[in-house]
Structure formats: structure tokens, C-alpha cells
């Protein structure tokens, strides 16, 4: 499974990014998928998710009302649009998708496919 993240850059704290997801292979729309992110010296933590169907996303408290994970399913999208970024927000970030299909998109650990990541970086 390929997946390319991509639109990460600089910006000064408070600004936005938006990062996009895709696939060359698989119809994203019919996959959960994660955004991930690895802060320099840090575990990998899932942060932002979408379940199929019917909207549903799932969000970590530290990204809660920032962060928003959609689709764009004509495009076979994934977008992760970040707002109000903070220095801590500095690290890589991942989209990811599993193999199967998990009870919630927020089984973080279930994850098997990855993208090669996309560097943000927050100057305050």
C-alpha cells in the first residue's frame, strides 16, 4: 500500500497548515485513516482519525479544536487542516491506514500501513 503525505512546511505559531493524504493504490474512501505525527525524541502518537461512512473523526485532547481530519473522496483525499499551531506541534507527521478494519479509528496501535511523512515545523 503507497500513501503520500504531503504539505508540511514552516510556519509561526498561531498560523495553519493543511496536510493532504493519498494513495496511488486504494481508494481511501473505503479505509480508515490516522494522521500520526513524531516530535524530535518522541514516540509516534496517533492524533486525528476518520472512520468510514457516515463522518465520524476522532481527535486527541492536545489537537482538539485545531485540528480537523476530512475527506475529499472525488480526489481521494485526506486533509488534516491544523489551526492555531504551537511550537509543540513541531514533529512529522504521518497518514496511515490499517489492513483491516478496527472496531475505531483510534486503535492506534493496529495501524499497518504508512506514508513516508511530511516535516511541520511551528517557529514561535
Known amino acids: 500500500v503507497q500513501l503520500q503525505a504531503s504539505g508540511g512546511g514552516l510556519v509561526q505559531s498561531g498560523g495553519s497548515l493543511r496536510l493532504s493524504c493519498t494513495s496511488s493504490?486504494?481508494?481511501?474512501?473505503?479505509?480508515?485513516i490516522a494522521w500520526f505525527r513524531q516530535a524530535p525524541g518522541q514516540e509516534r502518537e496517533g492524533i486525528s482519525c476518520?472512520?468510514?461512512?457516515?463522518?465520524?473523526?476522532f481527535n486527541v485532547d492536545s489537537v482538539k479544536g485545531r485540528f480537523t481530519i476530512s475527506r475529499d473522496n472525488a480526489k481521494n483525499l485526506v486533509y488534516l487542516q491544523m489551526n492555531s499551531l504551537k511550537p509543540e506541534d513541531t514533529a512529522i507527521y504521518y497518514c496511515?491506514?490499517?489492513?483491516?478494519?478496527?472496531?475505531?479509528?483510534?486503535?492506534?496501535?493496529?495501524?499497518?500501513?504508512w506514508g513516508q511523512g511530511t516535516l511541520v515545523t511551528v517557529s514561535s
Open positions: 493504490t486504494y481508494s481511501l474512501r473505503n479505509y480508515q
Open positions: 496511515a491506514m490499517p489492513q483491516g478494519i478496527l472496531g475505531h479509528c483510534s486503535n492506534w496501535n493496529l495501524y499497518d500501513f
Open positions: 476518520t472512520n468510514t461512512g457516515v463522518p465520524n473523526t
